[in-house]
């Protein structure tokens, strides 16, 4: 605490030009003669000492921040004998390179955004390597051009809505009790910012040039945070042509994107904010503090190991890293939060799954020769059609064990409470996302205010335009292609297939390592055959999703990008859903297989089914619930650990690999100590780290793990406890990632998670449906219940009676038949009452969640009242007669309407 207290930052919604003292560098700045050369003396290393905040700026003009840095190679070549250096394009496609991206900047400039460039040179033999920083700065001109194009909302100066906050001064959060406040007592970030920010909202409204006096801070440098700043300027070079004359329709002729995928530019990113290291405070006075930038802030309170348990600063996460990122954060540490109820109850119901075994009959019978109806000594059939023989039962009496644990009234009850669970997260979770959507501002963003995607527009014609009647514009738009719909759908179609494929390989892997373990020493190890298959089956299929997850993330992009959607959100949902299909089928495929079809139709002694004539594999007695656990530990637990040393190791070695492969670009000088200078400049630092494009890993890596921690939580109670703990480590590894190993995000306005709620909501529907399979089929719950009915509440004698006999061979197998090998009375008995069960469950289930979703509101009722508050004050101080010429715009309808009767008539 007291060391805190040497540290000091400003609030997280400041509206300061000077946050960090940039004053004292304007009158540094001033006296400096020869901008580079006095850059190269005066700055000082990142991990250590005073940190030069000038480099922030251009050379010697203290009001222009660099918003955004671009990055591009060329080489020159080295001619010694007259000792200089001339830039020479070696092929046609340098040339050509080299006047794209003269077209490209000179365009920016003309847009008002200002350019800068740093050069640094690297000795390669013959020749000498140049790397190129492009910095640029957007003009307020500019800036305010184009956030009323982006229509950004900003504050506006008259504030008549504290008169309604009043009844927010007491409000908290419904998951904010005196457990959670005491473990935040004493810390500046000692409880959940949101809610205090409920208290002091204020209005905003869509931006508008030429009402920009009616706005907080309007003509101050500080009127644009950074990341708003980095989300202007990412447009603007998303829209940019680097063609001298740009034809409607010409493909690649129009933004960064095309840019870098030919390799004309390297990198593109907003420049971070500072170092992240703390500076030290051992020679500080007493009363003297240290201010932190954003990065040193949310690195020290938020990145931090040591603090897992706080809160998460989320406003200023979204100051910094914009709204999609914020939003995430804010979805992982609510999910996380409410994990710990299912983690709770999952433990205690694994607790008593555990200690059942001591005391169950049923596994007694298998195992323990002491048992009242002992079942050890009984000759079960040959698993294996050549050189196998008969088994006895006490062989398979772990995998009974691990199944027979589950058979019991807990994993019901635990099936209903995840339900009920699922229903009250994502209920819950809306209410907080229309709330932060509120304060973050973007309660009222809608797709059809969107701007369309630069790549969309360059694609369309003259004629491809539509009247917008909310933003009152004409904006690009064409029918999305039905051809190139069904081709995706076949591409996603056929890699399903794959996937299907994939899994049956391992199946027939898993049924030749059962047989031939069957066979070698002797046959001791035929007691583990059936848990070495299944287990290194499993780990075969982990490999295969990590390794098909990563091409089909390369397919599906490109399709997508194919496809070519209107806006962002369009884009980032097609892309969503693509992917997860296939990622669904990955990593569920082979728990589906387990429960649901291994064993059920494999046939029996002198009727097995083949397949490629192999016989296909069973479960063995107990039933398939055994394996289904171990598969579900291999694989979650597995993923996980997996995933997680991917997150921490990947961007920490692409980020050594960057400054291995840049340390020798030196920039004006020949020596070590110009070398050594170069390197600590921020856009080289910023170019060093590894790039995050954008969230779907993050978001997929947690609904993957929720599925496994609702689907099949019957087989493996203990799920949303790993979960829960891979969350609170999760939650600071990636703000770690996102503060420390990633190059600044481009920002992205949003006002939810997008599909990801769809797709919860599907999974949580799909999660009921799979638990009551689970409990009426892969288990024998029901039908344990169903012999104690019969048989006055006891098990005994159970085994026997699931022992069907095969004459021919003097040898039982579990099933229910008689000799002829036709289903018994029992068997139809069962499965009528299997179905009532999956039947009676469903429906009770969903309606008591359909239940809850009509019981709870999705909109808090104040806070609706405050949106529409908002919506009208906002509307009233910025009303203005909107006159709309109607003559003009049937006319340009009209001849809209006539070019594209023109185009297809030609076409």
């Not at 006296?31 to 050379?59: C, T, V, W």
């Not at 099933?815 to 429906?843: C, M, N, S």
Request: proline share 4%; aromatic share 16%; hydrophobic share 40%.
């Amino acid at each position: 605490m007291g060391k805190d207290k040497k540290y000091g930052w400003l609030p997280y919604d400041y509206i300061d030009p000077d946050p960090l003292g940039y004053n004292l560098i304007k009158e540094k700045m001033k006296k400096r003669k020869d901008g580079i050369e006095q850059k190269n003396e005066e700055q000082a290393p990142l991990d250590g000492g005073e940190y030069d905040y000038s480099l922030h700026y251009f050379r010697g003009d203290p009001d222009k921040r660099i918003d955004f840095v671009l990055v591009y190679k060329e080489i020159i070549e080295d001619t010694e004998s007259s000792g200089e250096n001339t830039p020479i394009q070696k092929t046609g496609r340098e040339l050509d390179a080299k006047k794209k991206r003269r077209i490209f900047e000179e365009n920016l400039e003309r847009k008002g955004i200002a350019v800068e460039r740093e050069t640094y040179d690297k000795n390669d033999g013959s020749d000498i390597k140049r790397i190129v920083y492009v910095k640029l700065h957007g003009s307020d001109k500019c800036l305010f051009e184009y956030a009323e194009h982006l229509q950004m909302k900003k504050l506006l100066k008259i504030d008549p809505m504290r008169i309604f906050r009043d009844e927010y001064k007491e409000e908290t959060s419904w998951f904010d009790w005196k457990v959670f406040s005491s473990l935040h007592s004493g810390e500046r970030f000692y409880k959940d910012e949101i809610w205090d920010e409920m208290k002091n909202h204020k209005i905003s409204a869509r931006f508008e040039q030429k009402k920009a006096d009616r706005f907080v801070n309007f003509d101050q440098p500080g009127f644009f945070t950074t990341s708003e700043r980095s989300y202007i300027l990412s447009y603007i070079l998303q829209e940019t042509p680097f063609q001298e004359e740009t034809k409607n329709g010409q493909k690649g002729d129009i933004g960064i994107e095309y840019l870098l995928n030919d390799d004309i530019y390297i990198s593109w990113f907003p420049l971070h904010d500072g170092p992240y290291q703390i500076p030290s405070i051992e020679d500080k006075e007493e009363d003297e503090k240290v201010f932190l930038n954003d990065r040193q802030v949310l690195s020290m309170f938020w990145a931090d190991w040591g603090r897992w348990f706080k809160y998460q600063p989320l406003n200023r996460v979204r100051i910094y890293f914009g709204d999609t990122v914020a939003m995430y954060f804010a979805w992982l540490g609510f999910y996380t939060k409410l994990l710990i109820f299912p983690a709770i109850v999952g433990t205690l119901v694994f607790a008593y799954d555990v200690y059942s075994v001591f005391n169950n009959e049923v596994i007694d019978s298998v195992c323990k020769e002491s048992a009242p109806v002992s079942q050890v000594h009984e000759q079960l059939c040959p698993d294996c059609d050549e050189d196998c023989s008969k088994t006895e039962m006490e062989h398979y009496c772990m995998i009974f064990t691990i199944a027979n644990a589950f058979n019991n009234g807990g994993s019901v009850f635990f099936a209903v409470f995840i339900s009920f669970w699922s229903a009250f997260f994502l209920e819950f979770w809306k209410r907080y996302q229309i709330t932060l959507a509120f304060l973050w501002s973007k309660a009222d963003f809608k797709e059809n205010q969107e701007p369309a995607r630069p790549e969309y527009a360059v694609t369309c014609e003259e004629d491809d335009v539509r009247y917008n009647p909310i933003t009152l514009r004409w904006e690009p738009y064409r029918e999305q292609s039905i051809l190139k719909t069904m081709t995706a759908i076949t591409v996603v179609i056929i890699t399903v297939v794959v996937v299907i494929i994939t899994l049956i390989s391992i199946i027939i892997y898993k049924i030749a390592v059962y047989t031939m373990f069957q066979k070698v020493s002797g046959g001791n190890l035929k007691p583990y055959a059936q848990s070495i298959a299944s287990v290194s089956g499993s780990i075969l299929q982990l490999v295969a999703i990590t390794v098909l997850s990563q091409v089909y993330a390369w397919l599906a992009e490109k399709i997508t990008l194919w496809e070519n959607y209107r806006t962002e959100t369009e884009y980032q949902n097609n892309l969503t859903v693509k992917r997860f299909i296939f990622e669904f089928f990955n990593y569920y495929g082979s728990c589906f297989y387990i429960a649901f079809f291994k064993g059920n139709f494999a046939g029996y002694p002198g009727n097995y089914t083949r397949l490629f004539g192999i016989r296909l594999d069973t479960c063995g007695p107990g039933g398939c619930l055994g394996e289904l656990a171990e598969n579900l530990a291999i694989i979650f637990l597995g993923k996980q650990i997996l995933n997680n040393i991917q997150e921490l190791l990947i961007p920490v070695i692409k980020t050594w690999w960057s400054r291995k492969k840049y340390n020798k670009y030196q920039g004006g000088r020949d020596d070590k100590e110009a070398i050594a200078i170069s390197m600590t400049t921020p856009w080289e630092s910023d170019n060093d780290l590894a790039v995050q494009e954008n969230l779907f890993p993050e978001y997929l890596e947690m609904v993957i793990q929720y599925g496994f921690a609702t689907m099949f939580v019957v087989a493996f109670p203990v799920a949303p406890l790993f979960a829960l703990l891979n969350n609170i480590v999760e939650i600071r590894l990636d703000a770690k990632k996102y503060t420390e190993l990633f190059k600044r995000p481009i920002p992205v306005n949003c006002m939810s998670i997008g599909i990801w709620y769809t797709i919860l909501d599907y999974m949580a529907s799909i999660a009921i449906i799979t638990n009551a399979f689970v409990i009426a089929f892969t288990s024998d719950f029901i039908s344990q219940v169903l012999w104690k009915f019969d048989r006055n509440d006891s098990l005994a004698g159970y085994v026997a009676g699931h022992l069907s006999v095969f004459p021919e061979g003097d040898c039982k197998y579990w099933d229910y038949r008689d000799e002829h090998g036709k289903p018994d009375t029992y068997w139809w008995k069962l499965k009528a009452v299997q179905f009532i069960f999956v039947v009676v469950f469903e429906h009770f289930v969903f309606s008591v969640v359909r239940m809850i979703d009509l019981l709870i509101p999705d909109i808090p009722e104040k806070l609706e009242a405050l949106i529409h508050l908002e919506d009208s004050f906002a509307r009233e101080m910025m009303k203005e007669v909107i006159e709309i010429d109607l003559e003009k715009l049937e006319e340009m309808r009209n001849r809209v309407a006539i070019k594209k009767r023109q185009r297809l008539k030609y076409t």
